[in-house]
């Protein structure tokens, strides 16, 4: 008995046919997005292995729904007759992701991505997307709390507060999933405090958080005093000129401005100081 075998490879994939006659000769043949016909005989055996051909896809399945790429027939059974025919298709589909996007505290993520609206993770708060292989998403991470900034991202510290990330290359495999976290912190400032000649500064302490009863002494080295200011900190500053002197201005950053109180309150807000500065 002849029997007629039609192997059909799917858009982007491929099927090579590895056919072996009763004798044990191997033949092989290669269909790719076409049909290939062969004539076999009873007590042959083909061997059928499905390939994604192009880059971001995958082989599915068979016609009968197996999702085993390779797969060994024998055309042994009794019950074949002279002239049955035989179909076996493989299909192929695009790779698809699972893309998690999280916003830490006192910030928010916009997923912004061709053909959708864009789209807030909101602080603390976690959306997931699926995309197609090729497509592109841009992030742009930003602060919601005021006096607080962009940190980074936690898989990859160097990248910017917007990036953009294209899923193409062959490195990425269907189902593969990708996380991306937004972190933000509270503005930060270095403080260095000290005297110009015939003064000095009797005492440097900060409030946090509104505790006034309990501000914080600045201890000092050299006769600077030198530590971080928080976004929302009061800084209160006291001076003491020597005998048969008097205080005459105050320099912030190279900035003069003259005054004669020897005390001084500064708050750091986010109007006035950026993070940093």
């Known amino acids: 008995n002849t029997y007629t075998i039609n192997v059909n490879a799917g858009a982007n994939g491929k099927v090579t046919i590895n056919r072996t006659d009763a004798e044990g000769q191997i033949t092989t043949t290669e269909v790719s997005n076409d049909t290939e016909n062969i004539t076999v005989r009873h007590g042959e055996r083909i061997e059928l292995v499905a390939a994604a051909t192009t880059d971001g896809y995958h082989f599915t399945n068979w016609e009968d729904n197996s999702t085993v790429s390779t797969r060994t027939i024998t055309f042994n ?27 830490g505290t006192n910030g928010k993520v916009t997923i912004n991505r061709e053909g959708y609206n864009p789209q807030d993770v909101n602080a603390n708060g976690t959306v997931t997307i699926t995309v197609s292989h090729g497509e592109e998403i841009e992030l742009v991470a930003s602060a919601t709390t005021e006096g607080y900034h962009f940190d980074n991202w936690s898989d990859d510290a160097n990248a910017t507060a917007s990036r953009t990330i294209s899923f193409n290359g062959s490195n990425y495999t269907n189902g593969d999933d990708f996380s991306y976290t937004a972190n933000f912190d509270i503005n930060t400032h270095t403080v260095s405090v000290s005297a110009g000649a015939n ?60 005054t004669t109180s020897d005390e001084r309150e500064i708050t750091f807000d986010a109007t006035n100081y950026t993070d940093g500065g």
């Open 199 to 258: 003064g000095s500064i009797t005492s440097v302490s900060y409030v946090r958080g509104g505790n006034t009863e309990n501000p914080v002494q600045v201890s000092a080295t050299n006769g600077v005093y030198s530590y971080t200011a928080e976004y929302g900190d009061v800084l209160t500053i006291e001076t003491e000129a020597d005998a048969g002197y008097h205080i005459v201005s105050w320099t912030d950053n190279n900035v003069t401005t003259t």
């Open 77 to 103: 059974d009794a019950t074949y007759e002279h002239g049955d025919d035989f179909e076996y298709t493989a299909s192929f589909a695009i790779n698809v992701y699972d893309i998690t996007v999280n916003a």
